[in-house]
């Protein structure tokens, strides 16, 4: 298994970061979180996980042992595949995770693109005693209308990620949010396609 990989970050891109160790450039699937902290030719360390398929192998990258930890707990849920484990942890950190679980706050699943009312609740019962209590303190939920919404913040922390200045990712956020308002849980990775289409357009 390979438990974490250490070296230059040679490339980003939406949903994945390339970084070179010993001269061999590993690409693993990140969250737009984990992308935003990461910036091109910086060293980065990234605890991983292996996803083997009979026709793949898929490394997924995360910030720290914890978010590695919760991402191969989600999967032990039936239909819970590495991607959508990978989204909720887009979505949700952790912590905020098992606060869900252990408060069985079905709307916090929700937010997750890919997880209804029904599959919701049966994830909380699939879930209870497996992801265990909040280690820390979970700061409580932002009201809707209090400050930017959590999709905006992550997409420009994405786009600033990927070497963008803060103007032309607030302007790439403006340009996107039509279409995020239309989706009751906007999908981070969509969006962050659609910025980069604009951005693209404007250079």
């Not at 970050?9 to 992308?35: D, F, I, N, R, Y």
Request: glycine share 10%.
């Amino acid at each position: 298994m390979i438990a974490f990989v250490q070296g230059q970050v040679a490339a980003l891109s939406t949903g994945t970061a390339v970084v070179e160790v010993g001269g061999v450039g590993l690409a693993l699937q990140c969250t737009p979180t984990t992308l935003s902290a990461l910036r091109l030719g910086e060293p980065a360390r990234l605890a991983t996980s292996l996803v083997v398929r009979e026709d793949s192998l898929t490394l997924y990258g995360f910030a720290d042992e914890d978010e590695r930890a919760t991402f191969e707990l989600l999967q032990n849920a039936s239909g819970v595949g590495p991607r959508l484990a990978q989204a909720m942890l887009g979505v949700h950190s952790p912590d905020a995770l098992r606060l869900a679980v252990a408060t069985g706050d079905e709307k916090a699943l929700m937010a997750v693109p890919g997880i209804g009312k029904r599959g919701a609740q049966k994830l909380l019962l699939e879930y209870k005693d497996k992801l265990g209590a909040p280690h820390g303190s979970v700061p409580a939920q932002k009201p809707l209308a209090a400050g930017p919404a959590p999709w905006s913040e992550q997409l420009q922390a994405a786009l600033v990620g990927l070497g963008y200045a803060p103007r032309e990712a607030e302007d790439a956020v403006a340009a996107v949010t039509p279409e995020a308002e239309m989706q009751s849980s906007p999908d981070i990775g969509a969006l962050l396609k659609a910025a980069l289409r604009t951005l693209n357009r404007t250079r």
